[in-house]
């Protein structure tokens, strides 16, 4: 089974994440970059797939030259090998352009399921799995808190308000894990050096014959107009407790509609 999972590299949600105010984007270069969390329990779930019926684990992402980082601990998880896209004309590129790149690089690759985390920690607009099915011609299976693959077809659980629906898809399908679906592994020692010798391969927009003019701030669907810094933490109120501290602070809480 030919297995690709989509991964991105984001700005740690731990720490502070700011926009660039040259251009209202993320500021990247100088965050701390880590890999998205919730692609982590995509790319476990690509290695249980493939560890049940064998097979290749391929990781793609699309990003600057520091997205290598997020590679490598896909790679050091179990990822067989990689696929980077990465061009300067993709700064400030919106969903549906994404989408377009990711297209054309999974054209050039083989595969039964495509994975990805239900969102990503910076974005969270959660429609790459649908902009992809629609421009790859295949059906999109999303939010799946379980995954089976039975011969040609696979099934998931998708989880809803005090149960779940049960689908399926024929393959090849595109998948989007929630963070439900398992445990990810931590990267051994073994694994992290045998990273280290994997292929990845580079790509550009011009190997994937897409016009750099499609792509980028300029012509994005969507952008960020203005943006103001988070506003300094007020003192907070204090509760004297004497003897209805209890009430004092539940009608606190009603009137900031927490209760």
């Keep these: 089974m030919d297995i690709v999972v989509l991964v991105k590299q984001v700005p740690d949600s731990g720490s502070e994440r700011k926009l660039d105010p040259a251009d209202n984007t993320v500021a990247r270069a100088t965050a701390d970059n880590v890999i998205n969390e919730m692609d982590e329990y995509a790319i476990e779930e690509a290695l249980t797939l493939k560890e049940a019926h064998g097979g290749e684990v391929t990781v793609l992402t699309v990003g600057p030259d520091t997205a290598t980082d997020a590679i490598r601990k896909a790679l050091s998880m179990g990822a067989d090998k990689a696929v980077h896209v990465s061009d300067p004309a993709m700064h400030g590129s919106c969903a549906p352009q994404t989408s377009a790149v990711l297209a054309a690089a999974l054209s050039r690759l083989p595969y039964d399921l495509v994975l990805c985390g239900a969102e990503s920690t910076d974005g969270q607009v959660s429609v790459m799995p649908a902009l992809l099915s629609e421009r790859l011609g295949i059906p999109q299976l999303s939010g799946a808190r379980k995954l089976t693959v039975e011969g040609t077809t696979a099934k998931v659980e998708r989880q809803t308000d005090g149960g779940y629906w049960a689908l399926e898809a024929e393959l090849p399908a595109i998948v989007s894990t929630w963070d439900t679906i398992n445990e990810p592994r931590y ?39 203005d943006f103001a810094g988070r506003p300094p933490k007020g003192e907070g109120v204090k509760v004297a407790d004497d003897g209805d501290g209890a009430g004092k602070l539940v009608g606190f809480l009603a009137e900031q509609k927490i209760v």
């Excluded at 073994?190 to 994997?198: D, E, P, R, S, T």
């Excluded at 011009?206 to 994005?220: M, R």
Aim: positive net charge; without cysteine.
């Design 187 to 225: 990267p051994s020692f073994k694994g992290i050096m045998a990273a280290k010798k994997k292929p990845v391969e580079t790509l550009t927009l011009a190997d994937l014959g897409i016009d750099p003019a499609t792509v980028g701030l300029a012509t994005a669907t969507s952008a960020v107009v």
